[in-house]
């Protein structure tokens, strides 16, 4: 059985942190890991944050947060009607111990890629929908 | 997020309480760039009760690490919680930014990383400890510097100024002058908005009394007739340095210009040198800037019906924008000012620097003992090197600081630290248009 909980919000910074309190709120007592909430909520909020700062660059628009719960995985998708643009084709950063070399572009894409378990991008009825998918450690394969 | 600001041993430390996440990093940022003074070289950056980092806090942090870098110091992290720490490893900042269990190894690993300069300071000049500050000293020249004075001080005084008194001022190939003047096409132009006024290699800077309270900053690029500078009143130093010296305050409050003209008259007694008159150029790190400077030209037009001087009780607010509410906490200040010591131990009268130069300020608190008179240029995100020479370092700034102001300054301004240029003047000379003696020296 999956749950469904929709969340839509104005694409503000100021709105992050209720986006991480919508996350959390729904994946507690769901018998997820608090690390692994922590995960998704951090996924989250660097999807929402790219879509602030670079979708809605000039003006303002909305972000859907869809979450979608089963007892073997967290599904959320993210719609937003901004700029089209696949975030899943951002060039890795170099990841360098050197302050002078170290750049922050792209880290934001590779710590989603590098928390969730799977990550899809499609352009669908003019929204960008961004869906991230992090599975149940104690389930592995189900 | 709240971000708490605090000094710990004189090191920078900001305490965030809640998410580092796009919103709540915009808000370090800004905590990070109003605290940060030009003399911070290392910030600690507290994350105790932040349980919650995204790139966009990492993004702070690298930026501000790199900044401080660039400056010889560093950005050390310390109390970092579980999740923050596990997203720093994961994004490959692990060994990028220093991190340590305590406020306290953090503060120590800031202030180790500037131990280097501290002892070029030493090993440059003695340092002596006085009260209130400690001084390093430094020789300069020893060639004899004069005062050059254009125009009467009175004619300012008195509001009497009209075209016929009007110079034009070669700024351009002076080092230091103050005064009162005004950029304009021609006199006419010019006369309506003449203001306070200061020359720091070639540059001017002045603030029309146009109403705007706004001060102009300007560097010819190249000789051109087209905008001349107009002085009703300006004092030029003719000649160098004779001593350097490093001023350092022991509290963060800082020392006031009367406290270190004080000073420096005491280290001219020292020297037995003239202590009745120097010329003194500033840089350092401002704790509190205090002001009054003139609002209206003192154009004959506008003098006072009652004869007297603008300066007088009853006209001071009328003509003086006084503010003596401290600002600029953290900001380069540059001055160039003059000082009169009338003590009675002095070792020469001031003479005819009475007459040229002094006049009573009524917004400095009486009974100084002596008289100052100091024009401040307020700058911004210039590392303070207290190791770099006064004057090469007073052209790097006015050619590639950001600009932020431009004030006569008030006795009570204060510094937390500076680097002090001393000329002990042995004679002044009035310029020839001021229809007054060609040269008049003091001590002979």
Redesign the interface.
């Given at each position: 059985m999956t749950k469904r909980h929709v969340f839509v919000l104005e694409a503000r910074?100021?709105?992050?942190?209720s986006i991480?309190e919508f996350i959390g709120e729904h994946l507690a007592g769901q018998g997820f890991s608090e690390?692994e909430i922590?995960e998704v909520?951090?996924a989250v909020?660097?999807a929402?944050?790219n879509i602030?700062?670079h979708g809605y660059a000039e003006g303002e628009g909305q972000i859907e947060v869809e979450l979608a719960v089963s007892p073997e995985r967290v599904t959320v998708s993210l719609k937003d009607s901004g700029v089209p643009f696949n975030p899943l084709t951002v060039e890795p950063?170099d990841?360098?111990?050197?302050?002078?070399q170290?750049k922050?572009g792209g880290?934001?894409v590779?710590?989603i890629k590098?928390?969730m378990d799977s990550v899809g991008y499609e352009y669908r009825d003019g929204k960008n929908v961004l869906s991230i998918t992090k599975n149940r450690s104690d389930r592995p394969g189900d | 997020m709240e971000v708490t600001t605090r000094r710990h041993g004189g090191i920078l430390t900001f305490t965030c309480n809640g998410?580092l996440?796009?919103?709540?990093s915009?808000i370090l940022e800004r905590s990070i760039r109003d605290a940060l003074g030009d003399d911070d070289r290392s910030i600690v950056v507290d994350l105790d009760s932040v349980d919650?980092l995204?790139?966009?806090g990492?993004?702070v942090l690298?930026a501000n690490?790199?900044a401080l870098?660039n400056r010889g110091g560093m950005l050390a992290l310390t109390r970092v919680q579980k999740?923050p720490s596990?997203?720093l490893d994961?994004?490959?900042?692990?060994?990028?930014f220093p991190r340590y269990p305590a406020i306290g190894e953090a503060v120590r690993a800031c202030q180790r990383s500037l131990e280097p300069d501290d002892l070029l300071v030493d090993i440059l000049a003695e340092t002596r400890d006085l009260p209130g500050l400690t001084l390093s000293i430094e020789q300069g020249s020893s060639a004899p510097a004069e005062l050059v004075v254009t125009g009467d001080l009175e004619d300012i005084l008195h509001a009497r100024l009209v075209p016929e008194k009007v110079r034009t001022m070669d700024f351009a190939n002076t080092a230091y002058a103050l005064g009162l003047g005004a950029m304009g096409s021609s006199i006419d132009d010019a006369l309506p908005f003449m203001g306070e006024m200061v020359v720091l290699h070639g540059s001017i800077v002045w603030l029309p009394t146009d109403g705007h309270d706004t001060p102009d900053f300007f560097t010819p690029l190249k000789s051109s007739d087209e905008v001349k500078m107009y002085t009703g009143y300006a004092v030029t130093l003719k000649g160098h340095f004779h001593e350097y010296l490093t001023i350092e305050s022991k509290s963060p409050e800082g020392v006031t210009m009367a406290e270190i003209y004080r000073v420096l008259f005491a280290r001219a007694k020292e020297r037995k040198k003239p202590d009745c008159l120097i010329a003194v150029a500033m840089w350092g790190i401002c704790a509190g800037l205090e002001s009054s400077g003139i609002r209206k030209a003192p154009v004959a037009s506008s003098a006072p019906e009652d004869g007297r001087s603008i300066l007088d009780r009853e006209h001071y607010d009328e003509w003086m924008a006084h503010d003596a509410k401290p600002r600029y906490h953290g900001d380069t200040l540059v001055t160039f000012g003059i000082g009169i010591n009338p003590a009675p131990d002095a070792a020469q009268q001031p003479g005819d620097a009475q007459n040229l130069l002094y006049y009573r300020h009524p917004g400095n608190p009486p009974g100084e003992g002596m008289f100052l008179h100091n024009q401040g240029v307020v700058f911004r995100n210039v590392l303070y090197e207290p190791t770099a020479g006064l004057d090469s370092q007073i052209k790097k700034i006015v050619t590639t600081g950001e600009f932020v102001d431009m004030r006569h300054l008030l006795d009570t301004t204060r510094l937390k630290k500076g680097k002090v240029g001393v000329a002990y003047i042995s004679g002044i000379r009035s310029d020839p248009v001021s229809q007054t003696p060609d040269t008049l020296d003091l001590f002979t």
């Open positions: 910074k100021e709105n992050l942190p991480a690390k922590f909520g951090l909020d660097e929402c944050s602030i700062l950063p990841l360098c111990d050197d302050v002078d170290r922050v880290l934001g590779f710590i590098k928390t | 998410r996440d796009g919103f709540g915009g919650y995204s790139s966009a990492i993004r690298l690490s790199k870098k999740y596990q997203v994961m994004a490959g900042f692990s060994s990028v």
